[in-house]
C-alpha cells in the first residue's frame, strides 16, 4: 500500500496527514512548530511512520504547505495553504455540507475563502497578523484571564450580561483594553464573550470581502472553541459546519493533493 502525506508547517503547529490509495485519512499528528520547522516538521513525520506502521519507503509522494512550506527539503512539492484548505474543506465536509465559503483561523492570521460549485477557490481574504483575531490571541487573552484557553468555550455560555466591547484591532492594544475591564471588576465569562465577539465582528467583515454564501465551513484550532462558533452563527445568522478534526483540515487536502500529483506524475 502506498501512502501520501500533507504536511502543514504553521507559526505555531505543524500538522500532518496521511492519507492511503483510496484517499482515506489514515492518521494525523499536530505538534508545536517552536524555533526550527524543518526539525521539528521532520521528526513529526517520522514519528507519525513509526505510530502507523508504515515504512517510509511506502511514503511516496509528500506535499508542504503552510508558512514553512519551502523549509520542508523532502517534500515533493509544495503548495499554497488556500488550495489545500479548500480541498481539504471538501474531503472532510464528505457531502454533509455543500461548502461553498470557509472561515479558517490559524495561530497568527485568519482567512475567508469563496468556492465555486465544484470547490474550486473564486476569492480569498485574509487578515493581518498583528489582528486581535487569532489562535494565538485567544491563548493570550486565556493566560491574563488565568485560565485555560480550552475553557473559554465553557465560560462564554456561563456570560449573564450584554458581551462587552473589545475595539482594538491589534492583539496588544486589545489585551491592555481586557486587562483593563478586569481593574473594573468585569466578570471574566462577560470578558470571554465579549472577545469571542469582537472576534466575529472581523470574521464577519472579512467574510464579506469574499462574499458570504451558504455553506460555511470553519476549521483551525479555535474552531474547537464552542464560544467562539456560537458568537460567529449569531452574528452570521446562519449555522456553521464544524469538521471531526478542524486543525488537520490543510493538511489534510495537500495529503489529498499528494495523492492526486502522484496519480498525474504516473498516469494512474
Request: hydrophobic share 40%; net charge negative.
Amino acid at each position: 500500500m502506498n501512502y501520501f502525506a500533507g504536511i502543514d508547517i504553521g507559526s505555531t503547529a505543524i500538522k500532518i496527514a496521511i492519507v492511503d490509495e483510496n484517499r482515506k485519512l489514515v492518521g494525523h499528528k499536530i505538534s508545536a512548530s517552536g524555533s526550527m520547522f524543518y526539525k521539528y516538521a521532520k521528526q513529526a513525520l517520522k514519528e507519525m511512520l513509526d505510530e502507523l506502521n508504515i515504512d517510509e519507503k511506502n511514503l511516496v509522494y509528500r506535499v508542504a504547505t503552510g508558512y514553512g512550506r519551502k523549509l520542508f527539503k523532502e517534500a515533493d512539492e509544495n503548495i499554497s495553504e488556500i488550495t489545500a484548505n479548500a480541498m481539504g474543506a471538501m474531503a472532510a465536509a464528505d457531502g454533509k455540507c455543500n461548502i461553498k465559503t470557509i472561515i479558517n483561523i490559524g495561530g497568527q492570521d485568519s482567512k475567508a475563502i469563496s468556492l465555486d460549485d465544484e470547490g474550486n477557490v473564486v476569492n480569498f481574504a485574509m487578515n493581518d497578523r498583528c489582528a486581535a483575531g487569532t489562535g494565538k490571541f485567544l491563548d493570550v487573552v486565556a493566560m491574563n484571564l488565568e485560565i485555560e484557553v480550552d475553557e473559554l468555550g465553557e465560560y462564554h455560555f456561563k456570560s449573564q450580561g450584554t458581551p462587552l466591547a473589545i475595539n482594538s484591532t491589534c492583539a496588544v492594544f486589545a489585551e491592555s483594553e481586557i486587562i483593563g475591564l478586569l481593574g473594573n471588576d468585569h466578570s471574566v465569562e462577560d470578558i470571554v464573550a465579549g472577545v469571542h465577539y469582537s472576534i466575529a465582528k472581523r470574521i464577519i467583515k472579512l467574510l464579506k470581502r469574499v462574499g458570504i454564501n451558504e455553506g460555511i465551513y470553519f476549521d483551525g484550532g479555535p474552531a474547537l472553541n464552542s464560544g467562539l462558533v456560537n458568537a460567529i452563527e449569531n452574528e452570521l445568522g446562519k449555522k456553521i459546519f464544524i469538521p471531526e478534526f478542524p486543525q488537520i483540515t490543510t493538511s489534510y487536502g495537500a495529503a489529498i493533493l499528494a495523492l492526486e500529483s502522484y496519480e498525474f506524475e504516473n498516469k494512474i
